[in-house]
């Protein structure tokens, strides 16, 4: 069983990865938009626009999930981590353990 140190730690580190990553995307995004010279062929215009479209997706996904450590981290703190903020259930350790962020039991969060 893993305990609730363990999985604020764990919480903790992946919340600092997505945030090396996030600025990695960042970076990469205004190098984009600050070149001089942008390519003048078309179809390399299409391609960096799509690399910039995906960038800025997972960029959003990465916020989000970010949002979703912090706020469990926040449980943490306050005494509700682990139970549902729906029904008020415990959430089972299994789904923890896939989803340590969750804030829903598997009922809610159908």
């Known amino acids: 069983m893993v305990t ?15 945030d090396s990553r ?14 001089e010279h942008p390519s003048q062929d078309f ?5 960096e626009r799509e690399e910039d479209e995906v ?3 997972l960029g ?7 949002g979703q450590i912090r706020a469990a981290l926040k449980r943490i703190e306050d ?12 959430i089972a350790e299994e789904r923890l353990d896939l989803l340590p962020a969750t804030p829903f039991c ?3 969060a159908v």
């Open 4 to 18: 609730l140190a363990e999985r604020k730690n764990a919480l903790e580190k992946r919340l600092a990865e997505l």
């Open 22 to 35: 996030l600025h990695v995307i960042e970076d990469e995004l205004d190098t984009h938009q600050s070149q």
């Open 43 to 47: 179809e390399e215009q299409f391609l």
């Open 55 to 57: 960038l800025q997706e």
């Open 60 to 66: 959003n996904a990465e916020q989000a999930e970010m």
């Open 79 to 90: 005494g509700t981590y682990g139970y549902c903020a729906k029904c008020g259930d415990k």
């Open 106 to 108: 598997r009922s809610c």
